[in-house]
């Protein structure tokens, strides 16, 4: 589709007004509905032999499945910021998971923005950018929770008024957008919806430091969902960090990495269960805009906040680090007026994406300090100069001990992945993606991929904010 006929479609609004009335605003309405902690492999339409998600895989079937979608830092509260603002985590100053309750009140987020021009928003579930759940600016109808919130009974923020709602969390979430959706309006709307699942129930300090038990809570209803179903595991499985200096460290107390550190069996099948409740709500979402009439006038849109650690490398319980588990995201969009049904999109997109695709697609202008770029070109089959490599980065905290003191900044290319640790010398490491998918093999330090890593320290000091040291 040509960019004018698009905009023709997606911007009626501009038209001149008749001598009777003003034009119905026709332009697309948005639901982005965001699952944490969701591994991109584990949905149906990426090929999951178990989990069965045919609401979720709907949205890739009559839409875009975005192949190599990728994180830009694997961690709550940055990866949303940078999929509310456009920006890098180093851009947008949200870098960690600590409580930024009064720097998150000042991102200049695409909902706002939309907001502004006309659009009815709402903000539905975890916001997870500071512990505070009071309104954030651009949003009609605000519905959230304190820090981390609970699976059951949840205490509710709406519009700035505390109540506790009987029920389990992810239900309620979809029960406020399906009203959302259903209500009257004469202008589009955007729907912003933020699910707790897959986040395990944790108890969180103002401080951002963790306390209590770490455990996954299906609704009532799924809570046998998957029993005895068999785990798919990664070659990467398990197997020590045998070549990760930084991995290799020996920490308090801690377990060295290995197959006695993975993730347990039934932990992974209470996240199948709560994703289940997330499957269920996107059915309800489904049947909400049919009965409206808004279903092939909206895009519909899909993604996880980062990834999560099954026991590759040994780790479990655990995104934080650059490692393919972790960074890759599922990514997943439909509106029928602009993607063709069934697409495959093969380039490397970014979360820092998802706000210049929706500013353009609602006819908006593009801040010039956004740093992703807009998918329609890509969705509309455009031939389009792509993106070759991309920076990734984590900034140290101190949450989780395993993962102190290392931040790191990393470059990916399709073939290369170069990873270097700001405060741990001598720990780099470098992978050939194209053989070793699984990045089992450091080439740090050989002798044969010397220029190739060359090449990679010059991409990364190109696309870091500074030096890395």
Same mark, same amino acid.
């Given at each position: 589709?040509?960019?004018?006929?698009?905009?023709?479609?997606?911007?009626?609004?501009?038209?001149?007004?008749?001598? &009777?009335?003003?034009?119905?605003?026709?332009?697309?309405?948005?639901?982005?509905?965001?699952?944490?902690?969701?591994?991109?492999?584990?949905? %149906?339409?990426? +090929?999951?032999?178990?989990?069965?998600?045919?609401?979720?895989?709907?949205? !890739?079937?009559? +839409?875009?499945?975005?192949?190599?979608?990728?994180?830009?830092?694997?961690?709550?509260? #940055?990866?949303? !910021?940078?999929?509310?603002?456009?920006?890098?985590?180093?851009?947008?100053?949200?870098? /960690?998971?600590? !409580?930024?309750?009064?720097?998150?009140?000042? @991102?200049?987020?695409?909902?706002?923005?939309?907001?502004?021009?006309?659009?009815?928003?709402?903000?539905? %579930?975890?916001?997870?950018?500071?512990? /505070?759940?009071?309104?954030?600016?651009?949003?009609? &109808?605000?519905?959230?929770? =304190?820090? &981390?919130?609970?699976?059951?009974?949840?205490?509710?923020?709406?519009?700035?008024?505390?109540?506790?709602?009987?029920?389990?969390?992810?239900?309620?979430?979809?029960?406020?957008?399906? /009203?959302?959706?259903?209500?009257?309006?004469?202008?589009?709307?955007? @729907?912003?919806?933020?699910?707790?699942?897959?986040? #395990?129930?944790?108890?969180?300090?103002?401080? %951002?430091?963790?306390?209590?038990?770490?455990?996954?809570? #299906?609704?009532?209803?799924?809570?046998?969902?998957? !029993? +005895?179903?068999?785990?798919?595991?990664?070659?990467?499985?398990?197997?020590?960090?045998?070549?990760? =200096?930084?991995?290799?460290?020996?920490?308090?107390?801690?377990?060295?990495?290995?197959?006695?550190?993975?993730?347990?069996?039934?932990? *992974?099948?209470?996240?199948?269960?709560?994703?289940?409740?997330?499957?269920?709500?996107?059915?309800?979402?489904?049947?909400?805009?049919?009965?409206? +009439?808004?279903?092939? $006038?909206?895009?519909?849109?899909?993604?996880?906040?980062? %990834?999560?650690?099954?026991?590759?490398?040994?780790?479990?319980?655990?995104?934080?680090?650059?490692?393919?588990?972790?960074?890759?995201?599922?990514?997943?969009?439909?509106?029928?007026?602009?993607?063709?049904?069934?697409?495959?999109?093969?380039?490397?997109?970014?979360?820092?994406? *998802?706000?210049?695709?929706? @500013?353009?697609?609602?006819? &908006?202008?593009?801040?010039?300090?956004?740093?992703?770029?807009?998918?329609?070109? @890509?969705?509309?089959?455009?031939?389009?100069?792509?993106?070759?490599?991309?920076? *990734?980065?984590?900034?140290?905290?101190?949450?989780?001990?395993?993962?102190?003191?290392?931040?790191?900044?990393?470059?990916?290319?399709?073939?290369?992945?170069?990873?270097?640790?700001?405060?741990?010398?001598?720990?780099?490491?470098?992978? $050939?993606?194209?053989?070793?998918?699984?990045?089992?093999? $450091?080439?740090?330090?050989? #002798?044969?991929?010397?220029?190739?890593?060359?090449?990679?320290?010059?991409?990364?000091?190109?696309?870091?904010?500074?030096?890395?040291?």
């Amino acid at each position: 589709m040509r960019r004018r006929d698009f905009l023709a479609i997606t911007a009626a609004s501009a038209a001149a007004c008749t001598s &009777q009335e003003p034009e119905a605003d026709n332009r697309p309405n948005i639901i982005f509905v965001l699952v944490d902690d969701l591994r991109w492999d584990e949905i %149906g339409c990426m +090929g999951h032999p178990i989990v069965k998600t045919p609401s979720i895989d709907r949205i !890739a079937a009559e +839409g875009a499945l975005f192949e190599n979608a990728f994180h830009t830092t694997p961690l709550c509260s #940055p990866a949303r !910021a940078c999929f509310l603002t456009g920006q890098y985590a180093h851009t947008n100053g949200i870098i /960690d998971n600590t !409580a930024r309750d009064d720097q998150s009140h000042q @991102l200049r987020t695409w909902p706002r923005m939309l907001h502004d021009a006309g659009y009815e928003t709402a903000y539905v %579930g975890k916001w997870h950018m500071g512990n /505070d759940d009071s309104p954030r600016p651009g949003f009609d &109808q605000w519905v959230s929770f =304190p820090g &981390q919130g609970t699976y059951h009974d949840p205490t509710i923020n709406e519009n700035g008024e505390l109540k506790t709602v009987k029920g389990y969390t992810t239900d309620i979430f979809t029960d406020y957008s399906v /009203d959302f959706i259903e209500k009257s309006r004469d202008k589009p709307f955007c @729907l912003y919806l933020a699910h707790k699942a897959l986040h #395990p129930e944790i108890q969180q300090a103002d401080d %951002g430091s963790l306390t209590g038990t770490h455990d996954f809570i #299906p609704a009532d209803r799924h809570k046998d969902l998957y !029993a +005895g179903a068999e785990i798919p595991r990664r070659p990467n499985y398990g197997k020590p960090p045998k070549g990760k =200096p930084a991995l290799e460290r020996k920490i308090g107390d801690l377990p060295q990495l290995g197959l006695d550190t993975v993730t347990d069996d039934e932990t *992974i099948r209470n996240r199948w269960r709560e994703l289940a409740a997330v499957e269920d709500g996107i059915g309800r979402l489904f049947d909400a805009l049919e009965k409206a +009439g808004k279903l092939d $006038n909206t895009m519909f849109v899909f993604a996880g906040d980062n %990834g999560y650690f099954y026991g590759e490398h040994g780790l479990s319980v655990e995104r934080r680090l650059a490692y393919e588990e972790s960074i890759r995201m599922p990514l997943l969009m439909r509106f029928p007026k602009a993607i063709p049904a069934g697409e495959k999109i093969d380039e490397m997109v970014l979360g820092i994406d *998802i706000a210049p695709t929706m @500013l353009e697609l609602a006819d &908006q202008p593009i801040p010039t300090d956004i740093e992703g770029r807009s998918l329609l070109p @890509l969705l509309r089959g455009e031939k389009v100069e792509w993106r070759d490599r991309f920076l *990734i980065e984590y900034y140290s905290d101190t949450v989780f001990p395993r993962m102190d003191h290392m931040g790191y900044q990393a470059v990916r290319t399709k073939d290369w992945k170069y990873i270097r640790y700001r405060e741990l010398e001598g720990m780099d490491e470098l992978y $050939n993606l194209a053989i070793d998918p699984y990045e089992e093999t $450091n080439l740090i330090d050989d #002798p044969v991929a010397e220029e190739q890593l060359e090449k990679m320290r010059t991409a990364l000091n190109e696309l870091a904010p500074s030096p890395a040291a």
